[in-house]
């Protein structure tokens, strides 16, 4: 399925760098997430949009910030990570309902991040 | 706060047989949705299948059901007739409507194996 484009698949940067991850969706959803996957523990949600607002944002350290121009795309902007924020970062996206309806979420590759 | 447990960290299954995941989880809530994601090594979380707790009947696609035990709060998947592309990281993961968007809180995983 290429409905939840991510990219670059993998990034190696210092802790000094800044970067950013990019996320597009062709579903036409009106919601967008950022999750952390570490080795060994859940998927943690970072970030939520919806309908281009931020609903949520779960406590994340100020060095991740997000940015969602539409509904179609959604980047994550890094600068001075630490080591501990190596991981695999995965966006999704689904249609969500004013009442509730419980779409499923359609996720991307990943861009596997490492930090030296 | 919501909580998914997935008590099997790796199982494994001859190519053929029938497997069961099991997943519980807690929660408060009455209306509420369910899912199984698999994540195979190219890293996409792939949805399996999606269960509404106000249903009773359990949910099927093709090779895999659920027993949902909405009183139990348990959520295990069955996969029948298993295949070597089931060879996966298998997520069991809650869903809840909160204020405009959708959450998902995710179980650790169980790796699952499916030997020839």
């Known amino acids: 399925e290429t409905g939840v484009t991510q990219t670059p698949r993998h990034l190696v940067m210092g802790m000094t760098n800044k970067k950013s991850l990019k996320c597009e969706q062709h579903?036409?959803?009106?919601?967008m997430y950022w999750y952390k996957q570490s080795a060994k523990k859940p998927l943690e949600l970072m970030f939520v949009?919806?309908?281009?607002?931020?609903?949520e944002n779960n406590s994340v350290p100020s060095r991740f910030s997000p940015e969602c121009p539409n509904s179609s795309h959604l980047f994550l902007h890094l600068h001075t990570l630490q080591p501990e924020d190596s991981a695999l970062y995965l966006c999704?996206?689904?249609?969500?309902?004013?009442?509730?309806?419980?779409?499923?979420?359609?996720f991307g590759d990943g861009t596997r991040l490492s930090i030296l | 706060a919501q909580t998914v447990t997935q008590s099997q960290p790796e199982m494994s299954v001859q190519e053929a047989e029938t497997v069961t995941l099991s997943c519980t989880y807690d929660?408060?809530?009455?209306?509420?949705?369910l899912f199984w994601y698999k994540q195979p090594p190219s890293r996409q979380m792939i949805l399996v299948i999606r269960?509404?707790?106000?249903?009773?009947q359990n949910a099927t696609e093709n090779r895999f059901s659920v027993n949902f035990q909405k009183a139990a709060k348990s959520f295990s998947l069955k996969i029948s007739d298993s295949q070597l592309g089931d060879t996966a990281m298998y997520f069991c993961?809650?869903?809840?409507?909160?204020?405009?968007?959708?959450?998902?809180?995710f179980g650790k995983g169980t790796k699952l194996t499916v030997n020839p």
């Open positions: 999704a996206s689904s249609q969500v309902y004013r009442q509730g309806a419980g779409q499923p979420q359609h």
């Open positions: 579903l036409g959803h009106n919601a």
């Open positions: 949009y919806s309908l281009e607002e931020r609903v």
């Open positions: 929660t408060s809530e009455n209306n509420y949705y």
């Open positions: 269960q509404e707790a106000y249903k009773q």
């Open positions: 993961a809650f869903m809840r409507h909160e204020g405009g968007s959708e959450k998902l809180v």
